[in-house]
């Protein structure tokens, strides 16, 4: 029987897909594990003078990555972790432990560059070797791409098109899987939002520029949590976008543990690396069971005309 609810007695999704048996809604908690790649981008000859932002961002892969890990093999699931490919290198004992639990390990840039600041060519050959470096270390090509720092370019559909990859998981545009065509091709996009990334909850970092009110967990996993039982009564897909060197802290990460047995008790979630996730909406779009909608890259072909030389 559907749950009572205030607000929301009728459906809000107008073509949710079915989720495999019969499960309520998908849920992914992704973790993006910068480290200190963001802070060499951000500062490169002076980095290592910041000693105490560097030590705040290696808690992430040297202290929370194993908590992490620990949590989700005491829930036996497997789930999607991007890390820049610097990370990958820098970092190759955690990427062991990673791959050894049987998580995924999508594509989040080579240094954490901004696409959307680059160049065509720039951002290809970013992209190309942190292909190159995942394959080097998984044995697989990824098939899962994040911008870092949600920096998507009008350029990224086609250069991900052109290496192959299934799904992409920068975008903001829905609560369910769509797809992203250019004309030529098309990906899956399994969207997030700025609600669902503890960025906006958390981070304080004077020299990276963000200082914003830090929210006790439990305030920071209302706003989560709100957004899984929306998602479960309304068969949406929820993806967390986490930091390990933030949400990975203490309290942060006990508040985790438990929005996370609330689904398991709540029922009917399917948890699934976004890899399958993606493979899922592939397979019922082609056997014709679901058709989801459809958004064409670029939005626009040029800046609107209707502000040239008018300011
Ligand atoms: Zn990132």
Known sequence: MRERVTGSRFPLLANPPPWPDGKRCAVAFTFDMDADSILHLAHHKNATNLVATMSMLQYGPRVAMPRILGLFRELGIRQTFFIPAWCIERYPEVVEAVLKDGHEIGHHGYIHEHPNELSKDREEYWLRRGIEVIERVTGKRPVGYRAPSY??????LDLLLAEGFRYDASLMGDE?????????????ELPSHYAMDDWAHYMVGRDLNYMMPIKAPSHAMDVFRAEFDAAWRHGALWISVWHPFLSGRLARFEAIAELAHHMMEKGDVWFAPLSEIAAHVERLVASGAWSPRIDHLPQYPAPIPELEASL
Do not use: A, C, E, I
């Open 151 to 156: 920096r998507f370019s009008r350029n990224s």
């Open 176 to 188: 369910v899987p769509y797809l992203l065509s250019n004309g030529n091709g098309s990906l899956v």
